[in-house]
């Protein structure tokens, strides 16, 4: 009896310590999320459906605004001096691509990049880093499309328009998007030299409108103007610089990619804007999917897939909150 006793009670310790151990495990499971610009509406919203995953999950999501090099190198050892396991980031610069790599290495420390694709010294990406971008070109495409039939239905005619590429040439995904929509405009009757580079110092919209309010000083002769570049924030520079010069919102087109607060607040304006539609995509695709893929990687030693390009749907002033819903992502 006593033997037996003793028997369910060692067989109820090995029971409860082996659980106590499985819960453990997952409580320490520590999964960093970096982004460049964490003041971005964009980056706000994958954090949040970040943190989704991780309530899920039961993993602890840090999140860390890392807008240097510097910022970044420190987030890494910081994550690895926690005892985190992994972290996604959109860096600050795709250039940093083989030190990121290699802190990451150092600290022990898995890495998945979202948005921003790492690139090697030779510019060209590094692939065995597991990517979740957007398909930047197609999305470009859209952009263009959209603008080219907003000209339609007012009637203009492509000779006696300009068009403002804000860019960020730097970075790979933001001349793929301009690009995909000036292939577009060509298409469509563009004329190479009516196509102004507006190059702005950083992604936002304080900076795309310090560099669209040069192209149109200077091309003052124009009177009727589209806009397009990496971001929403650019978008809406150019078309803040547009109202800055006196062109009233029907003499501009302009049309962003992203779809979260920026463009939402601009939709939401009793008085239609130049802003005329924003490519929407996902930031629960970007968000939630990559923090969860970290975790089955982490936790399940599940790698993710390589590469993976998300789509994005046009939205305008009158359908985006039908548009966001069946993104998923109200
Ligand atoms: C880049 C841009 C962001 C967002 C993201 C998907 O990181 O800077 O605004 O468009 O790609």
């Not at 006593?2 to 109820?12: D, E, I, N, S, Y």
């Not at 359908?319 to 069946?326: I, L, M, S, T």
């Amino acid at each position: 009896m006593r033997l037996l006793k003793t028997a369910l009670v060692a067989g109820a310790l090995a029971v409860l310590s082996a659980t106590t151990i499985a819960s453990a495990y997952a409580q320490e499971t520590k999964i960093g999320f970096i982004v460049k610009q964490p003041e971005e509406p964009w980056f706000q919203d994958e954090w949040k459906f970040a943190d989704q995953a991780a309530k899920e999950k039961g993993f602890t999501l840090v999140k860390i605004g890392a807008e240097d090099g510097e910022k970044l190198m420190s987030a890494i050892d910081n994550l690895g001096a926690q005892g985190a396991q992994g972290f996604i980031v959109c860096t600050p610069d795709v250039k940093l691509g083989p030190g990121i790599v290699a802190k990451a290495a150092a600290n022990n420390l898995k890495l998945m990049t979202v948005d921003d694709r790492l690139v090697s010294a030779d510019g060209k990406p590094i692939e065995e880093v597991p990517h979740m971008g957007i398909s930047a070109t197609k999305i470009g495409e859209a952009v263009g499309q959209a603008i080219v039939d907003e000209m339609k239905a007012r009637g203009w005619k492509a000779e006696e328009v300009g068009a403002i590429r804000v860019s960020y040439d730097q970075l790979p995904t933001a001349v793929d998007r301009v690009e995909g929509a000036i292939s577009v405009l060509k298409a469509n009757g563009f004329k190479a030299e009516n196509i102004f580079d507006a190059p702005q110092a950083k992604t936002d919209t304080e900076a795309a409108l310090n560099a669209a309010t040069v192209v149109l000083n200077k091309n003052a002769n124009i009177k009727k103007w589209v806009a397009f570049g990496l971001n929403d924030e650019a978008v809406l520079g150019a078309v803040r610089a547009s109202e800055g010069v006196g062109i009233a919102a029907d003499g501009i087109i302009g049309v962003g990619i992203g779809g979260a607060d920026s463009a939402i607040n601009e939709f939401k304006k009793p008085a239609a804007t130049g802003f005329i539609g924003s490519v929407i995509i996902s930031p629960k695709r970007h968000g939630y999917e990559t923090a969860l893929n970290m975790y089955e990687w982490v936790a399940n030693n599940q790698e993710p897939e390589k590469l993976i390009l998300t789509a994005g749907a046009l939205a305008k002033r009158d359908d985006f909150e039908k548009v966001r819903a069946e993104l998923g992502i109200e």
